[in-house]
């Protein structure tokens, strides 16, 4: 076994290519998209060494043209969820015994893999199974994920070394050992990012894992998968399923060792696990880590003082930007009366230069939504509002699912704070607005406060530092994530980490050490150089 102290590479992030007209990076992935979009594949279930397939199976199509089949997938059964369980129980103790250097190699070696070999196909997979443009594929698919991975091995790194004050008589040693059990990594559409490092940091703390991917993830999951067997990740330390939700969780949370969950998805289904957590705590060998990321209902507030042009942009970008399918995406946003007229104009102006189409063609900004029932909650949503006296639409509004389920870029004025839209999570391209008076910027700051259940991200734009101070403050409970003059997404792994609280989830912070801390129990060894022999103490004379 190697012996000493082990310094990784510095993590770095990743620089975002610009797929300009003529770049390499733009023939790449126009020629990987092509080719996996001419091509269907079968993607099974990944249980140990073992590639399983059912024959129960389910299409994937891409949602910009839902007729266009690129794949099947193979569903799970109970026994076969029961059997990932057991292979990776089988799998622990080899894998938490690993050394640790040897683990970050797997990790590193993946994330180079991404950022070479794999960049456009992992690009494109997210393009064609998530729609996604080119842009926000390489911000997520490829520079978050491999930052995902260098910023963990480095957190990690630091973990380790973080041990306890000795001195001449003892020596204190804090051992951080992976739990006992398994973790049950649930992960959504949405990040194939998330999707991939859900699984992989708590694998990087030495446990084993149950990976659940969401179902419009899987093509682009299947990458993710390709690339960790190339990695070199043994058999059995990530076992992937697919299948039923309801039929999973029950499996995973009824055996005795579950020690934890990694979760990122809907606030709903993430409260009903916790409450069936807490009914089988008695079951459970140990009290199992929780860690979820939410919903959100995020805002944007501004200043008097705010530039307009600002304001504007981070309302577009933050809004529309993957169609609003963010957990961070502006959703509800508060602009005083004297600027409002001069904002409407420029976000009209912007949104009526958008191109809305198939990410194959680089001009579009707006692609489709996800699935069927999301287009038809959002188009449920916006007929309302078409009909409410206390709401406006003043761009957008319009939809067409007949080839893909496209949405218009949409934006609501209301005159009622507490409008449903101003409260509902609904995780398209809809932003709601509400004017108010200027005088009334503090009455504001507590209206976003109360308004939402929700707590993940929000944003001040103003030029006043003393309105700029007390919007953060009154705030602060408001969102895990606040930004000062840009739009609320975009966090980057290892600047910002990560997550909010209230209905928003755990607040783990991914992207940073506090995350990969819930993966571990820590051990503290005291190891006394040369003992007493005698148990009387001074004081007894």
Not at 117 to 131: H, V
Not at 500 to 521: E, F, H, I, P
Request: charged share 20%; proline share 5%; net charge negative.
């Amino acid at each position: 076994m190697l012996k000493g102290f082990f310094q990784v590479p510095k993590a770095v992030n990743e620089p975002v290519k610009s797929y300009a007209p003529n770049s390499a990076e733009k023939t790449a992935v126009l020629e990987a998209y092509k080719k996996m979009w001419n091509t269907t594949i079968d993607v099974p279930l990944y249980i140990g060494s073992e590639e399983i397939r059912t024959g129960n199976t389910r299409t994937m199509s891409a949602p910009h043209d839902h007729q266009h089949i690129v794949g099947t997938y193979h569903l799970a059964e109970k026994s076969h969820v029961e059997k990932a369980i057991a292979n990776a129980l089988e799998s622990r103790q080899a894998w938490a015994n690993m050394a640790w250097e040897q683990r970050a190699a797997i990790f590193l070696k993946a994330a180079e893999l991404i950022a070479g070999p794999y960049r456009a196909r992992i690009n494109a997979a997210t393009m064609i199974a998530q729609s996604k443009t080119i842009h926000q594929a390489e911000i997520d698919a490829s520079c978050e994920l491999i930052d995902f991975l260098r910023f963990n091995v480095e957190f990690m790194s630091q973990i380790y070394s973080d041990q306890p004050k000795s001195d001449s008589s003892v020596w204190n040693r804090l051992e951080y050992r992976p739990l006992e059990g398994f973790i049950y990594a649930i992960t959504p559409f949405n990040f194939t990012a998330i999707a991939a490092n859900l699984p992989a940091s708590a694998a990087m703390m030495g446990n084993v894992v149950v990976w659940k991917p969401s179902d419009s993830q899987v093509f682009s999951a299947k990458i993710i998968i390709d690339i960790f067997k190339e990695a070199g990740l043994p058999d059995g330390v990530i076992n992937v399923v697919f299948g039923d939700a309801l039929m999973v969780t029950d499996t995973v949370l009824a055996s005795r060792d579950f020690a934890g969950v990694h979760f990122t998805g809907s606030t709903h289904v993430f409260k009903d696990i916790w409450a069936k957590i807490g009914t089988n705590i008695h079951h459970y060998k140990t009290y199992p880590r929780i860690v979820g990321e939410t919903g959100g209902k995020d805002f944007i507030i501004a200043h008097p003082s705010a530039n307009v042009k600002q304001v504007a942009t981070g309302i577009v970008r933050g809004a529309f930007e993957f169609q609003g399918q963010k957990c961070s995406a502006a959703s509800r946003a508060y602009i005083p009366k004297s600027l409002w007229p001069a904002v409407k104009e420029q976000v009209i102006t912007d949104v009526k230069s958008m191109k809305m189409g198939s990410p194959e063609d680089f001009s579009n900004f707006i692609t489709a939504v996800i699935h069927e029932g999301s287009f038809d909650k959002l188009a449920s949503y916006i007929d309302q509002a078409k009909k409410d006296a206390d709401a406006e639409i003043i761009i957008g509004g319009n939809y067409d699912k007949s080839k893909g389920y496209f949405i218009e870029p949409t934006v609501i004025v209301t005159t009622n704070p507490k409008y449903t839209t101003m409260e509902t999570e609904l995780f398209g391209p809809v932003i709601t607005v509400y004017v108010y008076e200027d005088a009334q910027w503090s009455e504001t700051l507590k209206l976003v406060d109360t308004t939402s259940e929700y707590a993940l991200t929000g944003a001040v734009f103003s030029t006043d530092r003393y309105a700029i101070e007390e919007a953060t403050v009154a705030l602060q409970n408001a969102a895990g994530n606040f930004y000062i003059n840009d739009k609320p997404t975009g966090a980057v792994v290892g600047q910002q980490p990560f997550g909010g609280a209230r209905a928003s989830g755990t607040n783990d912070k991914a992207g940073s050490a506090l995350n990969l801390l819930r993966w571990v129990s820590p051990r503290t060894i005291k190891e006394t150089l040369v003992a007493p022999e005698d148990y009387r103490y001074p004081f007894l004379g």
